[in-house]
């Protein structure tokens, strides 16, 4: 890669008690790729993912966006760094409507009198904008931006959060396991949705499980196993068998696996 990765990380260290969740880890995701995630279950995938994203902190090493250090204490902090991340359960509120949810935790307030001191939302121009952030990524399948997200199908509450994440995500979008719940139709609405996202220039991390998935979006793919990066490879030079091979201990990287 010519260009200085967007968001990387250097010897990330996590310790729970006797347990190394992450061990030196470092990470590269560069500007206007789709970067995929894989390891086995305890491989620490999840916590390297926590500590981008600011849901915890390392031990040790270092994170760097745009080439600058960064410390976040919380998600929130990583939020105004616009990075955004989908968790697997979505965090969302089932009884709230869709555009209450995209707005959970940053509503905007009217510029009025009632706003200033009453601290009354702009119902209208939070909608507004929902509506418009859903319709530029193709989800205005649904009809009505007031509807209760408990009302909504799997693959649409999904959409709805990649359209948050999408929506304020600036910098970086994270995305954890994103079709696990879903069944193949709107499974495949999700992978849409995830290219639209790319297409607009922000780049992706994806943590997968399903193997055809990453390797159709992926423009790299992240091996982590016993806590680190154990290389990096292209899904055009590397098979899908080799891949689980590697993240399983079965196989060792080679010079062409290791290109980052």
């Known amino acids: 890669m010519t260009q200085p990765p967007i968001l990387s990380a250097r010897g990330l260290v996590k310790r729970y008690g006797r347990v190394v969740a992450l061990d030196h880890c470092d990470f590269d995701l560069y500007p206007g790729e789709i970067q995929a995630v894989i390891g086995d279950n305890g491989a620490g995938k999840s916590t390297m993912i926590k500590a981008l994203s600011g849901a915890l902190r390392p031990d040790a090493g270092e994170i760097r966006l745009d080439g600058k250090r960064v410390d976040f204490a919380s998600p929130i902090q990583a939020r105004e760094h616009g990075i955004e991340t989908v968790y697997q359960t979505l965090a969302m509120s089932p009884a709230l409507s869709i555009s209450d949810n995209m707005f959970m935790g940053r509503e905007i307030r009217k510029k009025s009198f009632m706003g200033r001191v009453f601290r009354q939302l702009d119902k209208k121009q939070m909608q507004r904008i929902a509506r418009d952030k859903l319709s530029e990524l193709g989800l205005m399948t ?9 009302t909504l199908s799997g693959g649409q509450r999904q959409g709805v959060a990649v359209a948050r994440a999408a929506a304020f995500g600036s910098r970086v979008v994270i995305l954890d396991e994103p079709t696990a719940a879903l069944g193949v139709k709107e499974s495949r609405k999700v992978l849409e949705l995830i290219r639209n996202v790319r297409a607009r220039g922000v780049p992706i991390i994806l943590i997968s499980h399903n193997m055809p998935h990453v390797f159709e979006l992926a423009d790299r793919i992240h091996v982590h196993r016993l806590g680190r990066r154990l290389c990096v490879v292209r899904p055009d030079e590397c098979s899908m068998q080799d891949a689980v091979a590697l993240m399983t201990g079965a196989m ?7 290109a980052a």
């Open 142 to 150: 649904i009809q009505n931006i007031n509807q209760a997200v408990e």
């Open 252 to 258: 060792t990287p080679d010079a062409k696996t290791t």
